[in-house]
């Protein structure tokens, strides 16, 4: 588990923005939320204690993750899914950048992880709002058409 306030910070950060996608999205943000917070929530359970050796529970986990993000993201088509598709494969990469030269430190992998895991998370917002906006307008239409 997390041992220290940020990564703390980070998961609610997390569980807000995926609940509000859980909440107000379509269907495929509704999918992608459940499953990145779903990742995000079982790599503390198989994470590595030991510094120097790869964390490849976390690794599985974020190819699976990676992987449901690919195939929502062919099968939405939208934007905010390609973004959160291409940071989750640039995860990926970073996990096997690390296995193959262990020479890179574990505090640049950490926030490289961090860095990419907000621009997943800012997909599924800007997803959300946009989501939102589309159904506010297809609302305001209806009532012009029917008053």
Same mark, same amino acid.
Request: net charge positive; aromatic share 10%; hydrophobic share 60%.
């Given at each position: ?25 379509? =269907?495929?943000?509704?999918? $992608? +939320? /459940? ?6 929530? #079982? *790599?503390?359970? %198989?994470? !590595?204690? @030991? ?26 088509? =939208?934007?905010?899914?390609? $973004? +959160? /598709? ?6 990926? #990469? *970073?996990?096997? %950048?690390? !296995?193959? @030269? ?46």
């Amino acid at each position: 588990m997390y041992h220290t306030l940020t990564p703390w910070i980070s998961y609610g950060v997390a569980v807000l923005i995926c609940g509000f996608a859980l909440w107000k999205g379509d =269907r495929w943000l509704r999918f $992608v +939320a /459940a499953v990145y917070l779903a990742g995000w929530t #079982a *790599s503390p359970f %198989v994470a !590595i204690r @030991d510094l120097m050796s790869p964390e490849w529970g976390v690794m599985a986990i974020d190819v699976l993750v990676m992987v449901l993000l690919v195939w929502a993201s062919l099968k939405a088509r =939208r934007i905010w899914s390609i $973004v +959160a /598709a291409a940071c989750q494969m640039m995860s990926v #990469a *970073s996990h096997i %950048v690390s !296995i193959i @030269d262990l020479r890179i430190y574990i505090a640049t992998l950490v926030a490289g992880l961090a860095l990419l895991s907000y621009g997943v998370l800012i997909a599924l917002l800007a997803g959300t709002l946009s989501a939102l906006r589309a159904r506010r307008l297809a609302d305001e239409r209806d009532r012009d058409l029917h008053p």
